[in-house]
């Protein structure tokens, strides 16, 4: 297992820092092709909060860039599309933004979150063609494997939308992340193991993995619920634990893109650690490389 800082100083020779950018894509859990509300953890952010408001994409780039460089002197980046799902729409147009992204001689490689289950043939072509030109990385919200879990959280589609998304991308040669959320109401400890073996064994090995505690966000299903009838959330200390077995599982050439959560703090009902985030990414880097 490979830490994203490590793996980024051998792959571009420096230190590489992530764009928060926005395609203007919507969801098809949110605009009514599969539901209004999305998943169930998800906020109206569509987990972007901290993503850059849409502008055009050289816009955006340099004021991402203006805010990490009152903390350091970055030359090298990444264009990360998070929020929402950024295969959603005009292959034409969503082509035109992230060539705009990586046509920039300081933009190294092109990160777009999206769901298994909006990779058609053209858009597919189009992640292809922009592979050749700078890296892409498609990184797949799967969550978990487990299908009761998935229809309970409005997930909108199953597993085996997952392991065809993921044959697709890697037949072109594209590198995929995959994102978990560890700690969903009703999962136990070994549930969330299973999906972590689960992605420990795909064929081609899977590239990156992104691992985060569940963030009960105000204003999403969960939260309404947890603020109903509480239901248990796991303290740092066992997350921390939870996390060194899970990574315990990964391959050796899988990179490790994330450890934790991040949510607004203004949105955040649990778990408050998560607030701390000096404390908690020191506390998870010791368990994990320990």
Known sequence: ?????????????????????????????????LGYAGCSFCSEGGSGEFTAAFK?????????????????????????????????????????????????????????????????????????????????????????IHEKTAREIHRGYELPVFEKAYRDLKERGIMVIVHLILGLPGESREDMLESVRYVSSLTPTLDGIKLQN?????????????????????SLEEYADLLRECVALLPEETVLHRMTGDGPRSLLIEPKWSLNKKHVLNTLRKAVLS
């Open 56 to 144: 055009s994409v050289s816009e955006q780039i340099e004021e991402a860039k203006e805010r990490i460089r009152t903390k350091t002197k970055a030359e090298k980046f990444i264009a990360y599309f998070q929020s929402f799902t950024n295969t959603y729409g005009d292959p034409k147009r969503l082509k035109a933004l992230y060539l705009e992204a990586i046509r920039r001689d300081d933009v190294v490689a092109l990160s777009i979150g999206t769901r298994p289950d909006c990779l058609g043939e053209e858009i597919l072509d189009m992640l292809e063609e922009l592979n050749r030109i700078k890296p892409v990385w498609v990184e797949l919200g799967l969550q978990t």
């Open 1 to 33: 297992m490979k830490m994203l800082s490590d793996y980024l100083i051998q792959t571009f020779g420096e230190k590489v820092y992530r764009l928060s950018l926005s395609s203007g894509c919507t969801c098809p859990n949110r605009d009514g092709t």
């Open 214 to 234: 569940l963030q009960i966000l105000k204003g999403t299903e969960i939260g309404e619920v947890f603020l109903k009838e509480p239901f248990p959330v796991m």
